[in-house]
């Protein structure tokens, strides 16, 4: 019930190419779905995130589409350049007494070719 | 100013040594966390403190002794040191209401290998 799945594994896309990569979750008592960036030998920093009473969100050429329904959420990089090149994880935290909890997804490494 | 400070950044030891690993927060966050990742890059809770009180404990090895001496502070201290424990441990703070997500920022990680 606490796992966040996500897929792909790895993605490699051309620059000014469109980055999309998805999760699902199985516990609905979480309200906090973030996305985080992690480049090589540094922590995690948070990219965007989406609360469930909102579809979507978007921020700059990051978009998290959420569907309720489905338990799913995703995030679209628009316009990718080299320098998103990173490993992104997907989370989940919230509900019960989680006191901010984290469930990560497995992370994608994205590389972008210039 | 760094948010979330962890000390040492490297740390290479033997078997069956004791080795500590020391995290600062200036947000003035209440929550603090220890957080894994392996090999594969997979990040797990290990354990979280809210207001010095442990709170959460992922089923960690009792060798993992977590202490925080105040809500800045949390340390994760580490008992006869075993090859599995390789991994990088990042300290990670957050400013949370219960049941409630919210965002938690991740210090540098301290990557520790055992010889």
């Known amino acids: 019930q606490q796992q966040v799945k996500q897929s792909p594994q790895s993605l490699i896309v051309q620059k000014g190419g469109i980055s999309i990569i998805n999760c699902a979750y199985e516990?609905?008592?979480?309200?906090?779905f973030p996305w985080y960036q992690q480049f090589p030998g540094k922590g995690p920093a948070l990219l965007i995130a989406?609360?469930?009473?909102?579809s979507e969100k978007k921020e700059g050429r990051f978009t998290i589409s959420f569907n309720k329904s489905a338990k799913q959420f995703s995030l679209h990089i628009m316009d990718s350049q080299p320098g998103d090149s990173a490993t992104y994880f997907c989370?989940?935290?919230?509900?019960?007494?989680?006191?901010?909890?984290?469930?990560f997804g497995q992370g994608t490494i994205l590389t972008v070719h210039p | 100013d760094t948010a979330v400070s962890q000390t040492p950044k490297y740390l290479v030891t033997q078997m069956g040594n004791d080795k500590s690993i020391k995290c600062e927060q200036n947000?003035?966050?209440?929550?603090m966390y220890w957080y894994k990742q392996d090999s594969k890059k997979f990040l797990k809770i290990m354990f979280s403190?809210?207001?010095?009180?442990?709170?959460i404990n992922e089923t960690v090895p009792n060798r993992f002794s977590p202490k925080s001496p105040d809500k800045a502070h949390l340390n994760l201290h580490i008992n006869s040191l075993e090859l599995g424990d390789s991994a990088v441990y990042f300290c990670?703070?957050?400013?949370?209401?219960?049941?409630?997500?919210?965002?938690?920022?991740f210090g540098q990680g301290t990557r520790l290998t055992v010889v």
């Open positions: 947000l003035g966050h209440d929550t």
């Open positions: 403190y809210n207001n010095k009180e442990l709170i």
């Open positions: 516990n609905t008592a979480f309200d906090y």
């Open positions: 989370a989940a935290g919230g509900g019960g007494t989680s006191y901010g909890k984290l469930t």
């Open positions: 989406i609360r469930p009473d909102v």
């Open positions: 990670a703070s957050s400013r949370v209401r219960q049941g409630g997500g919210t965002e938690a920022f």
